[in-house]
């Protein structure tokens, strides 16, 4: 069963359909609040950090969001990843479904909700009178990288948290971390030098840096982060596949 392309096809459209049905299904502004999420966001940073950070920063709330809109993608959809085949053990104790379907469908899932969140980015720059460069469609460079990552992560993670429990909890810690090390809501200059060069070894700033100098610097993002990007994002793809692979016979034993 699920053994075609077709059959793996309609699978992953199911599983994503009921991820976003389920998600919004008692809530009163149902998906409204995929758009309401990043901006009630931004504007409790904006309020916040633009006090401190506003006259090192143009466009504060742009800066902002188009770093907190990467940054919110790579965590959601490795969380969801991580919790993917743990979270179906119901349905992988009944029936043959390829285990990696649940992590792909997470990921699926939270790229929509990503380019929701384009839309609130967009408008947001438009209302603030923020210029609109054509170097934009360069952005797709990085975030294509970013979702390698992410794939890579989440297999990772999705093995990693089926035998260990506490991986869910120590991620949670690790992704905390990886915010303030993203340069999200405060200029990299307030850093000392030498720590700005850990910062660059981060491919979630590398990729927020990158998406930025397309969408709001009007700039070609910088080819070495964005080879290094892609270096580390295929790199961990392919431990991702690996280990997924060695392990997948094993996974339905541990639920």
């Not at 699920?2 to 699978?11: C, R, S, V």
């Not at 758009?35 to 902002?64: C, E, H, K, W």
């Not at 743990?86 to 939270?110: A, Q, R």
Request: aromatic letters at 18%; hydrophobic letters at 55%; one cysteine or more.
């Amino acid at each position: 069963m699920f053994d075609t392309y077709a059959e793996k096809k309609f699978l992953l459209k199911q599983l994503v359909k009921r991820d976003l049905t389920s998600k919004y299904k008692d809530s009163v502004l149902g998906i409204a609040w995929s758009f309401l999420n990043p901006l009630l966001i931004m504007i409790v940073f904006t309020a916040i950090f633009s006090m401190l950070f506003g006259r090192q920063i143009d466009n504060y709330p742009v800066y902002f969001l188009s770093g907190r809109v990467i940054y919110d993608f790579y965590k959601s959809a490795t969380q969801g990843a991580m919790t993917s085949v743990k979270g179906n053990s119901s349905i992988l104790k009944k029936i043959y479904v390829p285990k990696y379907m649940f992590t792909v469908s997470k990921i699926c899932y939270e790229f929509i909700n990503f380019l929701i969140s384009f839309i609130i980015l967009f408008g947001v720059m438009f209302v603030t009178g923020a210029q609109f460069h054509l170097t934009t469609i360069f952005a797709v460079i990085p975030l294509f990288f970013l979702i390698v990552l992410i794939f890579g992560v989440g297999l990772i993670l999705a093995v990693s948290n089926t035998y260990f429990t506490d991986v869910e909890h120590l991620y949670g810690v690790f992704a905390l971390i990886l915010m303030y090390a993203s340069a999200l809501f405060y200029p990299m200059e307030i850093v000392p030098v030498t720590v700005q060069k850990l910062f660059t070894l981060n491919p979630i700033y590398c990729a927020i840096t990158s998406f930025r100098e397309c969408v709001v610097y009007g700039l070609i993002p910088n080819m070495s982060t964005v080879a290094y990007l892609a270096v580390f994002a295929f790199t961990t793809l392919g431990i991702g596949i690996i280990l997924f692979n060695i392990y997948n016979k094993k996974l339905a034993l541990e639920l």
